[in-house]
């Protein structure tokens, strides 16, 4: 991974660029599509199959649909041809062995996976060397097939127009800035600048330190923090103190948000140096004052999605009270669900529609007339207890961490915590800082009184930390990315 980070960075990159902006208006979304393609592919050889089927199938159904304009019935076809091969796809290589694993366990059987059956088939003819075992998630599955399926969506309700080029739909679909990790870009937000758009220095410039904060946020935070929480992870949990358990998940809290906003914030500076405005997915979702203020502004292009394409759809708050809490349950259960497939993942979604249910019918209005302080540390807290359902390996493990954290070992502090907190209190300093709007207030500040002083430095302070991002990756073992395997 760190390897291919550091191709990606100074040769993928660099080249891709310099082909599309030598290259004429006419040929750049052909650019978009075969980097697109080659970029997955880098990951992923034989699953860009799996985009390439979904990207052709909601291509094909948009032309159908637009060529049945008048007949609402066959219109309706080409939309649930559209959202079955998607969901297909994501019950087929996201979900099949959640479902199996669950009948085998409630039933105590042992049936086996007909993908995996199909894929030794295949190995035994090929050699493909396919997974025997499990079904293997394509990278980003959950984030192209949602995409692309909202373009067939809003053409269907007449909310955009349909687009004939194949190469251009396959653009917007393997625009390689945000193909596996978001943020989710729906084709309303870009269907302007896919046809025609605007591509000046301003933009670049803009886009490049969008991408180098992004960069700084994903290296220099997320993977130091990281590390702490992979060492705290793998140990006993019946032997870790309180504080440790406390740390460890602190740690976590921190890296996934700096991981995730990281890497969406490189995707949209990349969008803005190929001229396009990516959609904001974050806003300091650590400094909310209530759970549902945190779900605006927590990964904000996903709940979008679910808002447009699902609460609505079941009719959101406008059949009563009964119906709308309902509705939010359904929409929280398949949250949860969209990002893993297993019970830790629906739980921690419900976890969170819970909670949001009962700021809705009251609680929210409390919240409001408390101190600030008390509202943020109460969705703070309640927002850490979630990343404990989302990050452990199963119940178990999550109800033993829960344990560890208060009191189960019997020992709050040990060596193990004093020794955390000694060689980390740094990095916890800089991610505190920079998960709120201090930073930026700073800034604004400064500009406000001397502003050609951030102008002329703002440059160098961008090479220096391209630089120091460099050198931490040649010698970095440990860079995930955490939202890949969604």
Same mark, same amino acid.
């Given at each position: ?348 979604? !419900?976890? &969170?529609?819970?909670? +949001? ?5 009251? %609680? /929210? @209005? *409390? =919240?409001? $007339?408390?101190? #600030? ?52 209190? !740094?990095? &916890?300093?800089?991610? +505190? ?5 201090? %930073? /930026? @207030? *700073? =800034?604004? $500040?400064?500009? #406000? ?38």
């Amino acid at each position: 991974m760190v390897f291919s980070s550091l191709i990606f960075l100074y040769i993928f990159l660099p080249v891709v660029l310099i082909l599309y902006f030598i290259s004429p208006m006419k040929i750049k979304n052909l650019i978009i599509f075969v980097s697109g393609i080659l970029f997955y592919a880098w990951g992923e050889p034989i699953c860009v199959l799996i985009m390439l089927l979904s990207t052709v199938v909601d291509y094909t159904a948009g032309i159908f649909m637009h060529k049945f304009d008048d007949d609402q019935k066959k219109r309706t076809i080409c939309l649930i041809v559209s959202v079955v091969m998607n969901i297909g796809l994501l019950a087929i290589f996201k979900y099949s062995d959640f479902i199996i694993d669950s009948v085998n366990a409630i039933f105590n059987l042992e049936i086996l996976n007909p993908v995996v059956r199909l894929n030794r088939f295949i190995n035994s003819i090929f050699d493909l060397g396919l997974n025997e075992e499990r079904v293997d998630l394509p990278i980003g599955i959950s984030f192209f097939t949602f995409q692309s399926m909202s373009y067939t969506i809003d053409l269907y309700r007449r909310n955009i127009k349909v687009q004939k080029s194949f190469i251009n739909f396959s653009s917007y679909v393997s625009l390689f800035p945000q193909i596996v990790a978001g943020p989710i870009v729906r084709y309303e937000d870009v269907q302007k600048e896919i046809d025609t758009r605007k591509i000046n220095v301003n933009m670049a410039a803009d886009g490049i330190a969008i991408f180098i904060k992004g960069l700084s946020k994903k290296v220099l935070l997320a993977n130091n923090i990281g590390i702490l929480w992979t060492s705290i992870k793998a140990m006993d949990y019946s032997e870790i103190s309180v504080v440790t358990a406390w740390i460890g998940i602190l740690a976590f809290t921190f890296q996934i948000y700096f991981d995730f906003s990281g890497y969406s914030d490189m995707a949209v500076g990349l969008g803005k140096i190929l001229g396009f405005n990516f959609p904001q997915n974050f806003d300091h979702p650590y400094m909310s004052k209530s759970v549902s203020e945190f779900w605006r502004r927590w990964h904000m292009t996903l709940g979008s999605w679910f808002k447009s394409y699902v609460y609505i759809s079941l009719g959101g708050n406008r059949k009563g009270l009964p119906r709308t809490l309902i509705n939010l349950i359904i929409v929280w259960a398949l949250t949860g669900l969209w990002h893993g497939s297993s019970w830790n993942f629906v739980i921690w979604g !419900l976890y &969170f529609g819970i909670i +949001i249910i009962i700021e809705r019918i009251g %609680f /929210g @209005k *409390i =919240l409001e $007339k408390l101190p #600030s302080f008390v509202s943020t540390l109460y969705t703070f807290i309640l927002v850490v207890f979630g990343w404990v359902l989302f990050d452990t390996v199963d119940l178990p493990s999550c109800l033993n961490y829960f344990k560890a954290m208060f009191g189960g070992s019997g020992v709050f502090i040990d060596g193990d915590a004093r020794y955390f907190i000694i060689t980390n209190i !740094l990095i &916890f300093v800089l991610c +505190i800082f920079g998960s709120t709007d201090l %930073f /930026g @207030k *700073i =800034l604004s $500040k400064i500009k #406000s009184k001397n502003n050609a002083l951030i102008e002329w430095s703002a440059p160098f302070i961008q090479v220096i930390l391209i630089l120091v991002c460099t050198s931490f990756l040649v010698n970095a073992t440990y860079n995930p990315f955490l939202y890949f395997r969604f």
